[in-house]
């Protein structure tokens, strides 16, 4: 695998994250798979390659590749605003985070506990997904930027939602900052649109 599919992997967890983000605000609805991949994102520790980080295959960041095609196209008729938006502004924490060795270290510490909840109760059980939410809203969530949310309030008033949603944005800043480990810089979306697609195509037919 090239060192450019492997940080479009990477970004394709961000932008996973932020439709799943969306998909929760709007409809209260994802699949278990979806969820799992990007918690248990949260917790490899030294993967071999990026896959191994998704948990061996990207079927479940298709949905961030086509998200994120669709910001690369700029075509209006088929971007997707509010991911596109949740993905930037996890791109933009997760350039605070860098700078803050102490919630870094939280964060370094707080993952252990979830990981030995995931052992006891499973990946996707309430308890986990609360504990990753509430370490986000711990940490990244008193950052000076914040990632407003948009949605149907009925969905978002749901505690349990709101747990989702703040793990999965701890689970797409984790990716954002995977990218840049793997060299992944703002200005290729901009500068190397047309390379990054000639390899996200057949990524996303797999």
Same mark, same amino acid.
């Given at each position: ?27 209260? /609805? ?106 986000? /809203? ?69």
């Amino acid at each position: 695998m090239s060192p450019l599919q492997e940080q479009l992997i990477a970004l394709g967890g961000v932008f996973q994250a932020a439709v799943l983000v969306d998909r929760i605000a709007k409809t209260g /609805q994802i699949s278990e798979a979806s969820l799992g991949c990007m918690l248990g994102s949260l917790l490899v520790r030294d993967p071999k390659n990026t896959l191994e980080v998704f948990g061996g295959d990207d079927l479940n960041l298709r949905d961030g590749y086509r998200a994120l095609v669709s910001a690369l196209e700029r075509d209006p008729n088929t971007l997707q605003r509010e991911p596109l938006r949740y993905a930037l502004s996890m791109l933009g924490l997760e350039r605070q985070l860098a700078k803050r060795g102490e919630m870094l270290d939280m964060i370094g510490k707080r993952l252990p506990q979830i990981q030995s909840q995931v052992e006891h109760f499973g990946l996707v059980h309430e308890n986990v997904i609360a504990a990753s939410g509430a370490l986000y /809203q711990d940490t990244l969530s008193t950052l000076r930027q914040r990632i407003q949310v948009h949605g149907d309030m009925r969905q978002l008033q749901q505690p349990s939602n709101a747990s989702k949603i703040r793990a999965l944005l701890l689970a797409g800043i984790r990716s954002a900052r995977l990218w840049r480990q793997l060299g992944g810089h703002r200005w290729q979306l901009v500068v190397s649109r047309r390379k990054l697609l000639r390899e996200l195509y057949p990524m996303m037919r797999g």
